[in-house]
């Protein structure tokens, strides 16, 4: 049998070969004409990211988890996520439902409480219940979220963070994966998913839409228009939006791999004005190529990282970075991830 055995030249020369198809790979894609990066030299948010503490990490035996968003009340922190049963895989989040989890930290350890909500007693959400965000309203607590079959996104109410939780008897924002900003005044910005045909490709293109209205039960209204807000067409799924050195700061999964060159990576944007909006970094926040850093020196392996949601402080400050995880155990069900980060403050414009 014939066997090759390179001599020390042509080992050198695999081995620049291999490293530069590696770095290749590993490359961001060549921007669009006229994107700009704010931040080319590295991703301010992805630098804050601190090591995950072992309670951080929200797994239930038998249920698939995802769509984390987290709220304290008093010295309680309550978590809301969707679940559906581990029998289901992946696709068993078109028949999700609305779970409550409690605990006396951001970081865990997290103990199941309650199915929230739940299609066979929803209004319109009669198929899944999926993306819930809590947030407060005034002396009101609700959680917004995309009700399947109708593919919108509607809200359901409760005086007090242990419920009862009522739906809206209809959906009110004709979007998918939504994310709403309630401002000062009351009035209110969302940014979401929407698909688009190309009339060129034919390809569905999963753009970013944004909306506004002057209360949070709407009427809804689009804003710049129908196009997509972000740059060079890029596309994504699951931002989170919040408000902070003067602009719109939104973080999302890059759909297509088009901003960061790897697909699903959470990618970071930034707007003055909720329209136009800048690729901060082509480095992602975070992603399945990514070990996840434990608190006690070892490492996770995941195969993969999406539905980002922001936990701010009081001053407004980032203070996590809750995320769903494909374990690298493709067997295993999915779970959720409260990564700590570093007080992290968009600087403001000059």
């Known amino acids: 049998m014939f066997r090759f055995n390179p001599g020390p030249v042509a080992t050198l020369l695999l081995v620049i070969a291999f490293t530069t198809a590696a770095a290749a790979a590993a490359a ?8 700009t990066v704010t931040h080319p030299a590295g991703n301010p948010l992805r630098a804050a990211l601190q090591p995950v503490p072992a ?4 797994k239930m035996d038998g249920w698939y988890l995802w769509d984390p968003s987290v709220i304290k009340v008093g010295d309680t922190w309550h978590l809301f996520a969707s679940r559906w049963p ?8 078109l028949k999700s439902h609305v779970i409550h989890a409690t605990a006396k930290s951001l970081f865990g350890p997290y103990a199941f409480q309650e199915v929230v909500l739940s299609p ?29 079959p109708v593919w919108q996104t509607g809200f359901a109410w409760a005086d007090s963070i242990a419920g009862p939780w009522t739906p809206v008897p209809k959906p009110v924002i004709p979007i998918n994966n939504p994310a709403i900003l309630e401002r000062p005044d009351g009035s209110i910005y969302a940014v979401g998913k929407f698909k688009a045909r190309s ?22 209204r689009i804003v710049g228009g129908p196009g997509n807000r972000l740059p060079g067409n890029f596309e994504l799924e699951d931002p989170t939006v919040w408000f902070a050195g003067g602009r719109y700061q939104v973080v999302c999964t890059d759909w297509e791999s088009k901003a960061t060159g790897i697909r699903k990576a959470i990618v970071y944007y930034t707007s003055k004005n909720g329209i136009d909006y800048e690729l901060v970094s082509q480095t992602p926040v975070w992603s399945q190529n990514d070990p996840v850093p434990l608190a006690d020196g070892r490492s ?9 949601q922001v936990c701010l402080d009081e001053s407004g400050a980032v203070i996590a970075l809750l995320a769903s995880a494909y374990p690298s155990e ?9 990564r700590p980060v570093a007080h992290f403050l968009p600087a403001g414009d000059p």
């Open 300 to 308: 996770l392996g995941i195969a993969g990282v999406e539905r980002p």
């Open 55 to 58: 309670s951080a990490i929200f």
């Open 86 to 93: 581990a029998a289901d895989k992946m696709n068993g989040w």
């Open 120 to 148: 066979p007693s929803h209004p319109w959400a009669t198929q899944a219940i999926h993306n819930p965000k809590v947030m407060k309203s005034g002396n009101r607590f609700l959680i917004y979220h995309l009700g399947i």
């Open 199 to 220: 009339t060129n490709e034919g390809a569905l293109h999963a753009y970013m839409r944004a909306f506004a209205a002057d209360k949070l039960t709407g009427p809804y």
């Open 28 to 35: 961001p894609p060549p921007l669009p004409p006229g994107v």
């Open 330 to 338: 493709k067997s295993q069900p999915t779970f959720i991830i409260i």
